[in-house]
């Protein structure tokens, strides 16, 4: 399951793309780290498992 | 061609001997005394510069050469549904200056500060075929810059440009792609769907 399924299943709202380009993006350097949360400014919290910021 | 004095403040003259060839110039040297300066070399500027005793020099005019680049992604690239992902343009079709990485950070990252023109184009679509936003992006240090997008279609050919200044060593910019389609997307190879280009217009 990727990041934004697992975002979208937990706050099934941010479906609206508007909200999901509002409060979060998601980013991928191409770097081999992979997909990674870069933006959470929504009011409820990160799904439990992903964490804010590039993985080191 | 009239040939004597040269008067000068009605009392004093200055010999037009002292000049030797067309071009030459007469200039001053301290209080009430005058030299020839000699015609410069074609295309060059006189300048000032207390260090020689006219205060005067013919110099090449100050010129800037800025790098310039185009590259592109070499075979389609795969990305995630509503991840803005870096575009790996890993082929250059040129880079004058060797200021664009293509195999490791995939940036342009110049070193002569300037005013820099910054085009990309990518065609991005949905491998499902389902509809989705598209959005086109110019980083600069790694946040966005400027972007294009284009709403609710399986696909869309995304183009933008930009101005961006560089301080000639650490800024750089790079090319992000994103679809919100459900599943994977596509970022065409180029170059002709896809590329990035730049060059430097002023200091």
Redesign the interface.
């Known amino acids: 399951m990727s990041i934004y399924e697992i975002i979208i299943e937990t706050h099934p709202e941010l479906l609206d793309i508007h909200l999901f380009d509002k409060y979060i993006i998601l980013q991928n350097d191409s770097d081999g780290v992979g997909d990674y949360i870069r933006k959470w400014e929504y009011s409820k919290p990160i799904p439990e498992g992903l964490t804010l910021g590039k993985p080191e | 061609m009239a040939t004597g004095r040269i008067p000068i403040n009605g009392t004093a003259a200055i010999q037009s001997t002292i000049v030797d060839a067309k071009g030459d110039l007469i200039a001053g040297t301290g209080a009430d005394a005058v030299s020839r300066l000699a015609v410069g070399t074609n295309g060059h500027t006189l300048v000032a510069d207390s260090s020689t005793s006219t205060g005067l020099k013919w110099a090449a005019p100050a010129s800037t050469s800025f790098p310039t680049f185009r590259v592109y992604r070499g075979t389609d690239?795969t990305?995630?549904?509503?991840?803005?992902?870096?575009?790996?343009l890993n082929t250059e079709s040129w880079d004058t200056n060797n200021n664009f990485d293509p195999t490791t950070?995939?940036r342009f990252t110049p070193t002569v500060a300037g005013y820099y023109q910054i085009n990309a184009l990518a065609y991005v679509y949905n491998n499902g075929g389902n509809n989705?936003?598209y959005m086109l992006s110019i980083y600069k240090n790694g946040s966005q810059y400027a972007t294009w997008m284009a709403l609710n279609d399986t696909g869309y050919q995304l183009a933008l440009s930009a101005l961006v200044y560089f301080d000639g060593s650490s800024d750089y910019v790079e090319l992000?792609a994103r679809q919100?389609g459900s599943g994977n997307g596509t970022v065409s190879a180029g170059p002709v769907d896809n590329y990035m280009d730049g060059v430097g217009i002023r200091a």
Do not use: A, P
């Open positions: 690239q990305i995630s549904s509503n991840v803005f992902t870096k575009v790996q950070n995939f989705g936003n992000y919100t």
